[in-house]
Structures are given as structure tokens and as C-alpha cells.
């Protein structure tokens, strides 16, 4: 069974300082992972996917995501935060591959602060 | 512009009241999906449709029902709803031919006193 594990749930950084959101995977398939964000009040928006092509993927606003096989993670990074930033952050794997039912998988979720 | 809308975005509601929470997509996707979402919980799949006429139980399918007539529309049904149904309620659609990345609705907010 696939699943997904956010490392920290809460995250809290200086505006123009990194962020790192991690994010480790279990799946005997090859996944597709995701990260989506969820601004307070908001739904649910894509930010980036990795589909087994390049292992660094580049994503909306600055972020990006590095998918290291053997270390099963998944972790997200930007290198200067903004204040917009400020969200709660969901690590994602779908079963596509494996029983195939189209279900995403989430994890607890990270909320980022930050801090001016 | 593409997307996927729900309607209400929220509601109050009492125990026992049959309610639809509608959710209609414009970018004819094939798959569409229903989560909620709980505190700590994160998010859970209760049903989800292939194409029209084909939709099987998610994760916590109990005391919800759908319907997949049309491909835009996938309304999800509380026959009657119960205090433990409220939360925060997502639709999403996908194209089949994809890894199953999502696009979501804005969320409803149901909540049964």
C-alpha cells in the first residue's frame, strides 16, 4: 500500500530565508507524487508532479521538489520565502501504476509560517 | 477558464435532512472524486467515478451516495446527514490518461447539528 509521510507539521521561517518541507513516500510502485497547497479559505492547488521523468521538478512560485528513490523522499524547497507563502502544504501520491482507482493519497500536512 | 465548481460553498444543516452538494467540472475529465477533510485527518476519498454510469466507494464511503449521469456533474448525496458529517467537502477531477493529479473545487463546509 502507498502512503505518505510529512515529516513536520508545523514550520515556521523568516520572509526571505529557505524553505524545506519534507516529505518521505512509501510505495512498491514507481509513484507520482504531488504537492499541493491550501491557502487558508482556499481549495486545494497544484504546485508541482513528478511522473518518473526528471527527478527535480520545478513547480509554481518558486518551488521546486527533488525525488530521491533511495531515500523514498520527496522533500519541497524554495530558497526565499515570501509572505504569501504562509499556507498549509500536503504531500501527495496517487495509485496510479498500482490498483490504478485514481486515489490520492495525502499526507497530515505541513503549515508554513512566515514570519516578517 | 478551466475549473471545477461546488455549490453551496457552505451549509448549516440539522440531523436527518436529505441535502446534495453539487460539483460540476468544464475540462471534460473523465475521473471525478469526492473527499473530505477533518482536523488531523488530512484528506479522505468517499467515492470517486471513472466515467458516466461508473462510481465506486472510496475510504469512508458510509452514509453518502453519488450519482455520475452526466460527465461534468458528479453531485454527492447526504440521504441523512448526521453530526459526524461535518467538515470540509472537495471535489476534484482528472483526466484518465494522466498520474491522476487532481484539480479541486473550492470546498463546501457542511456542518449537521
Known amino acids: 500500500a502507498q502512503s505518505v509521510t510529512q515529516l513536520d507539521s508545523h514550520v515556521s521561517v523568516s520572509e526571505g530565508t529557505p524553505v524545506l518541507l519534507r516529505c518521505n513516500y512509501s510505495?512498491?510502485?514507481?509513484?507520482?507524487l504531488f504537492w499541493y497547497v491550501q491557502h487558508p479559505n482556499k481549495g486545494l492547488q497544484l504546485l508541482l508532479k513528478y511522473t518518473s521523468a526528471a527527478t527535480l521538478v520545478k513547480g509554481i512560485n518558486g518551488f521546486e521538489a527533488e525525488f530521491k528513490k533511495s531515500e523514498t523522499s520527496f522533500h519541497l524547497t524554495k530558497p526565499s520565502a515570501h509572505m504569501s507563502d504562509a499556507a498549509e502544504y500536503f504531500c501527495v501520491v496517487s495509485d496510479y501504476g498500482s490498483s490504478n482507482t485514481g486515489k490520492l493519497i495525502f499526507g497530515q500536512g505541513t503549515t508554513l509560517q512566515v514570519k516578517p | 477558464e478551466a475549473q471545477v465548481t461546488q455549490n453551496p460553498r457552505y451549509l448549516i444543516t440539522v440531523t436527518g435532512k436529505k441535502l446534495t452538494v453539487t460539483c460540476s467540472q468544464n475540462m471534460n475529465h473523465e475521473y471525478m472524486s469526492w473527499y473530505r477533510q477533518d482536523p488531523g485527518l488530512g484528506l479522505r476519498q468517499i467515492y470517486y467515478?471513472?466515467?458516466?454510469?461508473?462510481?465506486d466507494k472510496g475510504d469512508v464511503p458510509e452514509g453518502y451516495k453519488v450519482s455520475r449521469k452526466e460527465k461534468r456533474n458528479f453531485p454527492l448525496i447526504l440521504e441523512s446527514p448526521s453530526p459526524n458529517q461535518t467538515s470540509l467537502y472537495f471535489c476534484?477531477?482528472?483526466?484518465?490518461?494522466?498520474?491522476?493529479?487532481?484539480?479541486f473545487g473550492p470546498g463546501t463546509r457542511l456542518t449537521v447539528t
Open positions: 510505495s512498491s510502485y514507481s509513484p507520482s
Open positions: 476534484a477531477s482528472s483526466p484518465l490518461r494522466s498520474s491522476y493529479e487532481q484539480y
Open positions: 467515478s471513472m466515467n458516466v454510469e461508473v462510481t
